[in-house]
């Protein structure tokens, strides 16, 4: 039997390029095409070995043809007339959702594509009702270029942002289930794909993306990164499941529902959280509870017992925690006091477990470690974010805070002190840690940056 592996996976907001209708075997999209800019269903239906779907069928995410297939519906699939094959098989995956009639007018079609894109802007809620039928998880089919980037998922130059073009935006899903996978998590905490998948869309969903910076694609950044260390020798033949479970799920949700703006203007406004959080590490405490909310809703862990379900929970936080900036300071003291005492053991779970609150706060500020071409554009997004905030600030007649004023600030001058006083401290003793050939190379690129950061034929406008 012929498969048909190479097709394109096609999400249903995006019209289909000519060349994929040309093809033998391609995707259709049915009665409703004409809504998203296709052509229209009638001129799709005379394609021979094409696929439509109906308008219950609209979720479909994946899709991978063998043979010659017509689909119509829900139903069993029947050969196409004419076909080779007297056998056919359609793999598909997709979410179940409860979909209301569109409205009429470009404000109902709007929010009709809204709906249907499960890479932007899922409402994730209303998406992951369960059915009524059985559930099945179908076998994963990830189109050539994902599938080759996630083979080198280990690299420590993987590209992110091709990462996330290719898979349409979707890439916080698509890399942490494929890493629980290739840990074997699933496995060994019997976790059901169904729920694991459903927690990962809500947390994709409920990341702000008009962050310019604290989105979801900086947590898939964080969690590649996250999986960079725990293959390091000191992590991988040390570290518990349990260890490893917890430090992909901090990565994951360690920024969820970032609102944009820093801790001290939260504080200043007289925002809610800050009064709920008494003022100490606001964003931080806000994250774990959002973390532990969906892990609850998705109903994930919900197999283990209640204890150790909430000293999870309990651990999760601390690793959420140690991602404040201003305790920078009081958790690297106590790594490095270890480190010059050599009695860091990681058999001892509360060493053990500050080590995992380090990797944690590496791997999230470790975009000037990468290699320029990567590091810079992250660099550009932090400091739109922060300029962001100082422009609310001026429109509101509030001082603005520092790092923040576009006037007076550059991405140069504030890339340069926080590598002096906030990376490159901490990446020092990470290195004393793991004196790998990862740890030294990050360091190489560290200075590689700051170099460069600090040139002023580079950067003239950078301040003295």
Request: proline share 6%.
């Given at each position: 039997?012929?498969v048909c592996?190479?097709?394109?996976?096609?999400?249903?907001?995006?019209p289909?390029?000519?060349?994929?209708?040309?093809?033998?075997?391609a995707?259709s999209?049915?009665?409703s095409s004409?809504?998203?800019?296709?052509?229209?269903?009638?001129?799709?239906?005379?394609?021979r070995?094409?696929?439509?779907?109906?308008s219950?069928?609209q979720?479909v995410?994946y899709?991978h043809?063998?043979?010659?297939?017509?689909?119509?519906?829900?139903?069993p699939?029947?050969p196409v007339?004419?076909?080779?094959?007297?056998q056919?098989?359609?793999?598909?995956q997709?979410?179940?959702c409860?979909?209301?009639?569109?409205?009429?007018?470009?404000?109902?079609?709007?929010?009709?594509?809204?709906?249907?894109?499960?890479?932007r802007?899922?409402?994730?809620?209303?998406l992951l009702q369960?059915?009524s039928?059985?559930?099945?998880?179908?076998?994963?089919?990830?189109?050539?270029q994902?599938?080759?980037?996630?083979?080198?998922?280990?690299?420590?130059d993987?590209d992110?942002f091709?990462f996330?073009?290719?898979?349409?935006?979707?890439?916080l899903?698509?890399l942490?289930?494929?890493?629980?996978?290739?840990?074997?998590l699933t496995?060994?905490?019997?976790?059901?794909p169904?729920?694991?998948?459903?927690?990962l869309v809500m947390?994709?969903?409920d990341?702000h993306?008009?962050n310019?910076?604290?989105?979801?694609?900086?947590?898939?950044d964080?969690?590649q990164a996250?999986?960079?260390?725990?293959?390091?020798?000191k992590?991988a033949t040390t570290l518990s499941?349990c260890d490893?479970l917890?430090a992909l799920?901090?990565?994951v949700?360690?920024d969820?529902d970032?609102?944009?703006?820093n801790?001290?203007?939260l504080v200043r406004?007289?925002?809610h959280?800050a009064?709920l959080?008494?003022?100490?590490?606001v964003l931080?405490?806000?994250?774990?509870?959002?973390?532990?909310?969906?892990?609850?809703?998705?109903?994930?862990?919900?197999?283990?017992?209640?204890?150790?379900?909430?000293?999870?929970?309990?651990?999760l936080?601390?690793?959420?925690l140690?991602?404040?900036i201003?305790?920078?300071?009081?958790?690297?003291a106590r790594f490095?006091?270890?480190?010059?005492?050599?009695?860091?053991?990681?058999?001892?779970?509360?060493?053990?477990?500050?080590?995992?609150q380090i990797?944690?706060?590496?791997?999230?500020?470790?975009?000037?470690?990468?290699?320029w071409?990567?590091?810079s554009?992250?660099?550009?997004?932090?400091?739109?974010?922060?300029?962001?905030?100082?422009?609310?600030?001026k429109k509101?007649?509030m001082?603005?805070?520092?790092?923040?004023?576009?006037?007076s600030?550059?991405?140069?001058?504030?890339?340069?002190?926080?590598?002096?006083h906030v990376?490159?401290p901490?990446f020092?003793e990470?290195?004393?840690?793991?004196?790998?050939?990862l740890s030294?190379?990050?360091?190489?690129?560290l200075?590689t940056?700051l170099?460069?950061?600090?040139?002023?034929?580079?950067?003239?406008?950078t301040?003295p």
């Open positions: 039997m012929e592996s190479q097709l394109p996976v096609l999400p249903l907001d995006r289909v390029p000519q060349h994929v209708l040309r093809r033998r075997g995707i999209l049915g009665t004409a809504l998203f800019g296709g052509p229209s269903p009638r001129q799709l239906c005379k394609r070995g094409g696929v439509s779907y109906n219950a069928d979720a995410l899709l043809l063998l043979g010659d297939v017509k689909q119509r519906g829900p139903g699939s029947e007339r004419g076909a080779p094959h007297s056919v098989k359609v793999d598909y997709r979410f179940h409860h979909q209301g009639p569109v409205r009429p007018g470009a404000r109902g079609l709007k929010s009709h594509r809204r709906r249907l894109s499960f890479q802007g899922l409402k994730s809620r209303h369960r059915p039928g059985p559930q099945h998880l179908l076998d994963q089919v990830y189109n050539c994902v599938k080759c980037m996630l083979d080198k998922v280990d690299s420590w993987f992110i091709m996330d073009r290719a898979t349409n935006g979707n890439g899903v698509t942490t289930f494929h890493l629980f996978l290739q840990l074997g496995r060994l905490f019997r976790l059901d169904i729920k694991l998948r459903s927690f947390v994709q969903a990341y993306q008009r310019p910076y604290h989105n979801s694609l900086h947590a898939t964080v969690t996250m999986y960079c260390f725990l293959r390091q020798p992590l499941s490893m917890l799920v901090a990565a949700t360690h969820l970032h609102p944009g703006v801790q001290g203007f406004t007289g925002h959280l009064a959080y008494k003022n100490s590490s931080e405490s806000h994250h774990w509870r959002c973390a532990v909310s969906l892990l609850r809703e998705s109903g994930l862990l919900d197999h283990l017992p209640i204890t150790d379900r909430l000293n999870l929970e309990e651990r936080g601390s690793l959420i140690a991602t404040d201003s305790q920078q300071n009081r958790y690297l490095r006091e270890h480190l010059d005492r050599e009695d860091l053991s990681m058999a001892d779970p509360s060493h053990r477990h500050l080590v995992l990797t944690m706060k590496c791997a999230d500020i470790c975009n000037p470690c990468r290699v071409r990567l590091s554009q992250w660099s550009s997004r932090v400091t739109a974010e922060f300029f962001h905030q100082g422009d609310v600030e509101h007649g001082a603005v805070s520092p790092l923040c004023d576009r006037l600030d550059s991405t140069a001058h504030i890339q340069a002190g926080f590598i002096r990376v490159e901490l020092r990470w290195c004393r840690f793991s004196c790998t050939s030294h190379r990050m360091l190489a690129h200075q940056n170099d460069r950061w600090t040139d002023p034929s580079q950067h003239p406008e301040p």
